[in-house]
């Protein structure tokens, strides 16, 4: 998306297309998701953060938190700030929560995410971001803010199918503007170790408590 503006009728056709990807397949790729200007400011954004506000990044269940260097190496700062090109995330991402669960019924109820910095060497093993049955987490996102990036640099997200750990259905190179989103407990996944510095924005969508009304598994 080239244009400094993000208008209703730009968040209905991402959201439609996204709805029709997570309906048929689970998970979604969407390449210039959001306005060039918008992506290039957050890449700015996280570059202008000071080191020391950059958290090493931990694993497991909230009551199990721990970091664990073998399983990933991004440093992270969660998003909290409502000014600049971070409310312009936070309101694009409020955006696409209602979109999806007009479309969707998905009863996405609230939303966190953290920019994440990935220095040459840092990975993150296959993972999932969610347990299923609990509940927690339904919907992944990540948006890159690179505004280079080549096949040499590595880095990519590769999603794997539940049913076969080993099958690799979607590989993402982390270049700007490119959005990815999936089904939070569906898709095992991993960062492949990264030669350059790489940041990018993960967040995800929570249902409320117990009143899960979520989207059919994908066949
Ligand atoms: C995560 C994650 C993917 C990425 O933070 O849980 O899987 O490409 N990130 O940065
Ligand atoms: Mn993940």
Redesign the pocket.
């Known amino acids: 998306m080239n244009t400094k503006e993000f208008v209703p009728a730009d968040i209905e056709r991402l959201g439609s297309a996204i709805a029709d990807d997570l309906r048929s397949r689970g998970f979604s790729i969407q390449l210039g998701a959001l306005p060039t200007q918008w992506v290039d400011e957050l890449y700015q954004t996280v570059n202008r953060l000071q080191p020391q506000q950059f958290k090493t990044?931990g694993v497991g269940r909230a009551n199990q938190h721990q970091t664990d260097e073998n399983i990933?190496k991004?440093q992270i700062v969660w998003i909290e700030s409502k000014e600049g090109a971070q409310s312009n995330w936070l309101s694009f991402a409020g955006s696409l929560q209602r979109e999806l669960n007009r479309q969707l019924l998905l009863g996405l109820f609230s939303f966190e995410s953290h920019f994440?910095h990935?220095a040459p060497g840092a990975f993150?093993k296959t993972?999932v971001?969610a347990f299923k049955g609990q509940a927690n987490r339904v919907l992944?996102v990540?948006l890159?803010l690179n505004p280079e990036w080549s096949d040499a640099d590595g880095g990519e997200?590769v999603l794997y199918s539940d049913a076969e750990p080993h099958r690799e259905l979607c590989k993402?190179r982390?270049l700007a503007g490119t959005l990815?989103v999936f089904l939070s407990e569906e898709f095992p996944?991993?960062?492949k170790p990264s030669k350059r510095d790489?940041y990018?924005i993960?967040g995800w969508y929570r249902v409320n408590g117990s009143s899960v009304n979520r989207v059919d598994p994908p066949a």
Do not use: F
Request: glycine share 0%.
């Open positions: 990044a990933r991004d994440a990935y993150y993972h971001d992944s990540v890159y997200l993402i982390p990815a996944h991993e960062v790489r990018s993960a």
